[in-house]
């Protein structure tokens, strides 16, 4: 073999590596293309062909961060909101919130907990950052969705909610 083999094939093989590094670093995925989060609850309110409905949303305060587990945990902080009104259920389920699987998530926001009561008497959990959607489906593992606009609407509409309340 020829110098020039070996020194090109050295370069190609530090750019593959490199290349790898930043894939595992960044969390890229190439199977996950982003989405909006109506269309992924969608998806989730759907089984056996048939939608669920959603009757009520209980939204609380998180005490920790849902971002690694799945485990819906009981706030210690007495306040709830519960929406049971459908104007108010739609505008969260039709809220256009640009996601994508996967990606570096770093959130130093509160967190909120929204428990969707579904018509079939299931449960649905979201937990909401400003930087993070985690959907938890019943008796599944739930699925972490990175937050693309700079603003997620669902979590300023919780936060406005709250602060209604306080004030």
Wanted: charged content about 25%.
């Amino acid at each position: 073999m020829s110098k020039k083999y070996i020194i090109s094939g050295s370069i190609l093989a530090f750019i593959i590596i490199v290349l790898l590094i930043l894939i595992y670093f960044f969390k890229i995925s190439f199977t996950s293309l982003p989405t909006n989060l109506p269309i992924v609850l969608a998806e989730e309110l759907t089984v056996n062909g048939e939608r669920r409905h959603v009757e009520s949303i209980t939204i609380t305060q998180s005490d920790s961060n849902h971002l690694n587990h799945d485990e819906p945990v009981q706030s210690e902080n007495e306040e709830e909101i519960v929406l049971d009104q459908s104007n108010d259920i739609t505008r969260i389920l039709i809220d256009d919130v640009r996601i994508y699987h996967g990606g570096r998530i770093t959130s130093d926001s509160p967190e909120y907990t929204a428990e969707m009561s579904l018509s079939d008497g299931d449960s649905l959990y979201l937990y909401l950052t400003n930087e993070y959607i985690r959907i938890v489906p019943p008796e599944q593992n739930g699925k972490l969705y990175k937050v693309l606009d700079k603003e997620n609407a669902v979590y300023a509409y919780f936060h406005s909610l709250f602060e209604e309340e306080q004030n």
